[in-house]
């Protein structure tokens, strides 16, 4: 019975709820990472590196939020010939807004735009998005998409969810095929310090150099995809409108952006220390003789979850392999596979240190995440890993800037690991079974003390008890957090700073079967 109605009810849904979808499939083109003919412009700003960059790649991170978002517009406001941007999550929210208005200015000065989203969260955007899309330099493409975009399309995700539920969750930005910015950041006000309610603390990188033909390829190989599906193909949209809808649009974005850089914080971004290194031509990449970029296959969503051999997870694993000393891992929702807690366990049986960095129930924005963390706390701490668990306000004593009004709740958002203070693994994948199995995700290891160190140092002056909670387990093996609170350490027995109801719903999904979803 409950069969037959779901099937009512999902045939309704696809005849009556879907009136933008077009009757008729639009042509797709394969198309490839355009490159400047002689140098990019960029060129002359990021250039300038430790050693000869030869054929190898050069880096610059960008772990402060302002610096994140002034160096992803710097490299849109100067490219000559193309922008390639991927990603998970793009909001149509304030920074959304001022990212759309410089790639339209960017396609309005002759840059061919390909633009690759995620169809998960553009629920509600599909005007912005349209309209974006009908300029004639600028090619949008959705992954996996819902074909319903109605108030329904929610039903259909649950109705489809092992289809549906596996998205794209790659981010990256790409320049004239000559610089590149990876890591966690998706594009939204949460990401980049614009908003006064969360901050997400997050990292990503610039790269140069050799690196980045390989993000390049990654990118056409999903643009050119069978998931990758154009927008005009989902969302209707109809060219012949564009010359009556373009100059609105225009005019509203700029107008905009026009108001945002006048304001407190627009003027922050333009005096960035990323900015006003670049500008002065002192910006300084690291070069690393070493670097390994890993990607899912964009078919990772239409095949057996199970069939893991391509999954860049393993290769993540085979890094684990290598550690000699020392591994810090960092990842806001920290749920490892069986692989990997074996992978832990012998590298404590080899006496090298391990230590975890993931969210506290208080901090973490996806409670059912933590869930299904929980029962792992108890084994990695009887095991010897070192677990810290960010304190929501963990970072108010370092982070308080004239950019607040007030302290916004912090979440960790980044995904990194620090290996023998010679190599840093960063990118978009998670310590999860969502990233291992059903979300496409790239990574990039580098090889690189100078890099490697510098960020190790980070890490340390920040992972303390003013900012983090230490876990440890009494002598009757209970959980304890600990942290310093006014001056003082305070032990906590149950998981700190958090309601009843969210304790017990917490505990009520982590005996639930959604492990695999999570």
Known sequence: MLRSLTLVVFVFLLLGCSPKTPTTAVLKTVTLTKKSRGKSPLHSYLSKTDKPLGKHAAFYPLDLPLDALAARLFLIDHASTSLDVQYYIYDDDTIGKIFSAHLLMAAQRGVRVRMLL????????????????????????????????????????????????????????????????????????????????????????????????????????????????????????????????????????????????????GKRIAHTPFNQKVKQHTLLLTVSDKVHFFYDNPAKVATDENNDSGHISHKISEDLKQVSSDVTIISPYFIPSDMMVERLKHLREKNIAVTIVTNSLASTDVSPVYAGYQSYIKPLLKMGVTLYELKPNGLEGVK??????KMPNLSLHTKMILIDQEKLAIGSANIDPRSDKLNTELFMVIESKKLTKKQYKTVKQVLNLQHFYKLSLTQNETIQWRTIEEGKIILYDSRPKVGFFKALGTDIMSILPIKGYL
């Not at 390049?216 to 643009?223: P, V």
């Open 400 to 405: 308080k800037a004239k950019a607040f009004k």
């Open 118 to 265: 995620d169809d998960l969260s553009t629920s509600g955007k599909d005007e912005a998005l349209q309209k974006l899309a009908m300029h004639p330099n600028i090619e949008l493409r959705l992954f996996n998409p819902n074909k319903l975009r109605t108030s329904f399309r929610n039903m259909a995700l649950l109705l489809n969810v092992n289809s549906l539920g596996k998205r794209m969750h790659n981010k990256s930005l790409i320049a004239d095929g000559y610089a590149a910015i990876i890591g966690g950041r998706n594009i939204g006000d949460v990401y980049f310090a614009a908003t006064y309610e969360t901050l997400f603390l997050d990292y990503d990188i610039l790269s140069v150099g050799n690196v980045v033909p390989k993000i390049s390829k990654a990118f056409d190989i999903y643009w050119n995809s069978e998931q990758a599906v154009m927008a005009k193909e989902v969302l209707g949209v109809n060219d012949s409108h564009y010359a009556a809808i373009e100059k609105a649009y225009a005019h509203t974005l700029k107008k905009g952006l026009s108001a945002f850089n006048g304001s407190t914080y």
